[in-house]
């Protein structure tokens, strides 16, 4: 998540253990990987993602939705699928260094879409409106992707993209929904308008919109919506929510506080993950855990020894 702050981000200590070598090696590996692979230097907006797609021989589509266009990646067939995932990406950059609205906010590092293509089932990449160069469609505004960046005007119209997509796939087909960074808040708010969801899983969202802002001092998000002060998702909704140990971004205890209310939640801290790091290289074994036959935190925790999982349930303020 890019958004940036109109004051300095305030600092904290770490929450989880300090993590050992092997950690740390895979986050420089990762990183020293993203380097070579985009050059080294910071990408232009949407030009991580058209690289990514190009090195996998993968096509966008676009679809419309409630007003808008929304650009799409499919892989594999969604006819007949046992199950489906849909990737719903971070922010992206709305701001130019806190001052000035970014007239194209598309990803720089589109790490949503790195999990997808990690992902060996049948998957969709959904986009929100107005990005990834859709700006002529009409009517985009600047405020869809700061203010008003989980409003009802995106919401709405993610959904109705997303229905027009569902209807290639089995009806019956059971759909997850993967938000990475502010992909999670849309996931959590989507699941509320789609009956087909069975399951949400988020990597470091902020799932209390107005907490989050408090937090670092941004701009107050006055037209989204925020999932923590709207109802909870069916019970039969399970959620799995990650977060990373050392995310100042999104710290873990923000996450935990914003799912007291919610009836079916886990959530994952991963020692020495931050915000962007290094999601994509265990989503694989994140997935086997989510097929798995064990409780999902047991299967976590054997899976992936820096991880830490508990079932969230209603706590005393």
């Known amino acids: 998540m890019e958004a940036l702050p109109l004051s300095d981000q305030p600092k904290r200590a770490s929450l989880g253990p300090a993590g050992g070598s092997a ?3 895979l986050r420089h590996g990762v ?29 966008a589509g676009t679809v419309d939705g409630a007003g808008f266009r929304h650009l799409y990646v499919r892989k594999g067939r969604l006819d007949g699928a046992s199950g489906l995932r849909v990737y719903l990406e971070g922010d992206g950059s709305p701001w130019i260094r806190g ?31 107005c990005y ?13 992707w700061t203010s008003a960046r989980y409003g009802e005007a995106v919401v709405e119209s993610m959904t109705a993209a997303l229905q027009r997509l569902l209807r290639d796939a089995d009806e019956r087909s059971p759909v997850t929904l993967v938000g990475y960074s502010g992909g999670g808040v849309l996931g ?13 899983v988020t990597v470091a969202a902020n799932l209390d919109t107005a907490a989050w802002v408090r937090l670092h001092g941004y701009s107050p998000l006055v037209t ?6 709207g109802p909870p998702l069916r019970g ?20 935990e506080r914003a799912l007291q209310a919610e009836p079916n939640a886990a959530l994952a801290v991963l020692a020495s993950f931050d915000h962007q790091c290094c999601w994509g290289a265990v989503w694989p074994t994140v997935l086997s855990a989510l097929q798995g ?11 992936l020894p820096e991880a830490r999982c508990e079932r969230v349930t209603a706590r005393r303020p």
């Open 224 to 229: 989204s919506l925020n999932p923590a002060a």
């Open 188 to 200: 959590m708010l989507l699941a509320q308008r789609l009956d087909q969801v069975e399951r949400v």
């Open 23 to 25: 950690r740390r090696a």
């Open 99 to 129: 001052r000035r609205v970014a007239r194209d906010p598309t990803s720089r590092n589109p790490v949503a879409l790195q999990m997808m293509l990690r992902d060996p089932g049948e998957a969709l990449y959904l986009a929100r409106p």
């Open 293 to 303: 036959s064990c409780e999902i935190c047991l299967q976590l925790e054997r899976d």
């Open 31 to 59: 990183v020293a990987g993203a380097l070579a692979l985009f050059g080294g230097c910071a990408s232009a907006p949407g030009e991580a993602f058209d690289s990514l797609l190009q090195r996998h021989a993968l096509e």
């Open 132 to 144: 990834h160069r859709l700006d002529d469609s009409p009517p985009c505004h600047p405020r869809l």
């Open 236 to 255: 039969d909704v399970k959620q799995l929510h990650l977060a990373g140990g050392d995310d100042d971004t999104v710290p873990p205890w923000l996450i």
